[in-house]
């Protein structure tokens, strides 16, 4: 139950209260696309369709792991899948520890039914592995959602700052190394909002992770929501003492594509619009992912989540008109994108 609960508040705080980065940013802002005058393209002929993992997306973006465990995440997740069906996007969802637990709550994340084509990927908490999960319980959340992958987040900086968090992290590339020499599904390394170094890119890629979500800083912060939800001063004070710390999203993204040329990669952390999807496209990123602002949509209505999908579609579409890029692989060419 106190899973449960932990994921209704993060749902409330994430919606009702300012908990993003308060003076860092994701660092796409220090980019700027080179404007094409004459594209000598038909922006009707614009192909925003890729290949992620097997499976082809109608457009580059991850609609990016948040929620489960409750009836109001059950109504979004449901909604939010019938929009990646609609789209061909590809989704995740939130941690399912909480079905672990509590196995009649593991329809709030059931969402195949809606999407049936789309790639979508189970989640759970890599600390975990230390916490009496193992296989059988990564091959569980997989089975339920009939998931494509798995994602294993990794958040040292949460779990210092959730009330009891689980902070015993020792050993866990090792479990992870068996963990993708057994799984039946492809495994992704994601941080939730402070980043992936190239360093520890390259350790997680000798572990044999099948891609890597950079979930840089500059959007939401994790230490902020924890410290909202605190229930003593100690932690709410770390919580607001490490609001911003992390590595920022376009730093991740451009060190790791420098040593990494190959590895699927998916940049998210406060991504917010199909600019910013651009240009994480432009600096090499294969999906770019965003969770607040489907968040947003998707507790308005399902109406709201299609006009979200249009604009962010629309913005992608006109960037890479106005630079004469008719698909992604010409938008990631040099000289396309300017660093100030």
């Known amino acids: ?78 909604r939010l899948a019938t929009i990646a069906q609609h789209y061909r996007l590809a989704m995740g969802v939130g941690s399912q520890r909480v079905a672990v637990e ?39 959340v997989v089975d339920d959602l009939e998931a494509d992958a798995l994602i294993l987040h990794l958040n040292p ?9 689980d902070t015993n992290f020792r050993g866990l590339l090792e479990k992870i190394v068996v963990l993708c020499e057994t799984l039946p599904v492809p495994v992704i390394a994601k941080e939730v909002g402070n980043g992936i170094s190239a360093a520890m890119a390259i350790r997680l890629m000798e572990a044999g992770v099948a891609a890597i979500d950079l979930a840089g800083a500059g959007g939401t912060s994790w230490a902020l929501v924890e410290s909202a939800r605190a229930t003593d001063d100690r932690q709410r004070r770390l ?48 999906l770019a992912g965003m969770a607040l602002p489907f968040l947003q949509a998707a507790h308005e209505s399902e109406e709201a989540l299609y006009e979200l999908v249009e604009i962010l579609i629309a913005e992608m579409t006109t960037a890479m008109f106005c630079t004469g890029c008719e698909n992604l692989g010409a938008l990631r060419s040099p000289g396309i994108l300017q660093k100030l």
């Open 102 to 140: 509590q196995p009649t709550v593991a329809e709030t994340f059931a969402v195949r039914a809606v999407a049936p084509d789309i790639p979508l990927f189970a989640n759970l908490g890599a600390v975990q592995l230390n916490y009496r999960y193992g296989l059988d319980e990564c091959r569980r």
């Open 239 to 286: 919580g607001q003492t490490f609001a911003d710390w992390g590595l920022p999203t376009a730093e991740c993204l451009t060190e790791v594509r420098a040593i990494a040329p190959h590895i699927p990669l998916i940049a998210s952390g406060g991504l917010r619009d199909g600019l910013d999807a651009a240009k994480a496209i432009a600096l090499g990123a294969d």
């Open 1 to 78: 139950m106190d899973t449960q609960i932990r994921k209704a508040d993060h749902l409330r705080i994430c919606l009702d209260e300012d908990v993003q980065c308060r003076q860092m940013t994701t660092g796409l802002e220090r980019y700027r696309f080179t404007h094409c005058c004459l594209p000598e393209i038909d922006r009707q002929d614009i192909d925003l369709t890729t290949i992620f993992l097997g499976k082809t997306l109608g457009a580059p973006l991850l609609i990016s792991s948040m929620t489960g465990g409750t009836d109001h995440a059950k109504l979004i997740n449901q």
């Open 157 to 165: 900086l949460q779990e210092c700052i959730q009330t009891n968090g």
